[in-house]
């Protein structure tokens, strides 16, 4: 049974095994803000069909887009960090799950997930203030993925991830300048390898680049970056850059083989 990762655009990624598919963050809208979408959509949403559920990581606009689940019917599950399950349920009738680190959830048959905390902080403006984040190490029908959300870097990831191989790290590698405001928010694509390594990952899809222009630096620095490494570090084929609507394929008897073999 493959896993097939979908890389939708920004931190929206659509994870798909035995038929069923779960989505994280989200944002199908043109603009937030002031700030246009930079590359269109691959698909269009209604075409995504019904998710198992969906995982947000933090509060943030370009994260929770509130107009993105009128695709969704109203009893997909929202995996949300804590603090933010009365927010939603001003707009949506979704069921959503408050998850606490490190606690493990089961959310329905093959999917469970253990929250991790990430070194980020999201607000809304109306009403103004901050929220909590939450990164998801997410058990999807054999297959183990990481996604952080947004985070800066922390040290504590390969403890978070210990217990089980990570087969999909999905990184982001934007918004790292000015460095001086950044740094404690986000991670350059240095950072994401340095991540990638440490978890002890076998595959890094590189998220959060080339939708919007959040920060300072060219928006094609992080992803001509992440390539320049992939070469030097010899990852050229478990960094897997997926331009938006393209996907990446993993078999399990390949990464079977792989472990079998010793190689990551």
Known sequence: MPLTITYVGHATVRIEADGKYILTDPIFSQQIF?????????CKPESLGEPEAVFVSHAH??????????????????????????LLRKSLKNPVLE???????????????????????????????????????IDFHGY????????????????????????VALLPISCYRPEWFMRDRHINPAEAVRIFE????RYLVPIHWGTFKLSTEPMEEPIEWLGRL?????????????????SLRIDATSLRLAAMTGSK
Request: net charge positive; hydrophobic share 30%.
């Open 34 to 42: 002031w700030l246009k979408r930079r590359s269109p959509l691959p």
């Open 198 to 201: 440490e978890i002890g990952a």
């Open 230 to 246: 992939a070469l030097e570090r010899g990852l050229r084929e478990r960094v897997k850059i997926l331009p938006p609507g393209e």
């Open 99 to 137: 998850t606490e680190p490190p606690r493990p959830i089961e959310i329905g048959p093959g999917l469970r997930t253990t929250p991790f905390p990430v070194k980020h902080t999201g607000f809304r403006v109306l009403p103004f203030r901050y929220t909590r984040c939450n990164g998801y190490l």
């Open 61 to 86: 606009y370009d994260h929770l887009d509130i107009p993105s689940y009128k695709y969704f019917s109203q009893k997909v599950p929202i995996i949300v960090p804590p603090g933010l399950k009365g």
């Open 144 to 167: 183990r993925i990481f996604f952080p959300g947004d985070t800066a870097y922390r040290g504590d990831f390969p403890h978070a991830t210990a217990d089980s191989p990570i087969h």
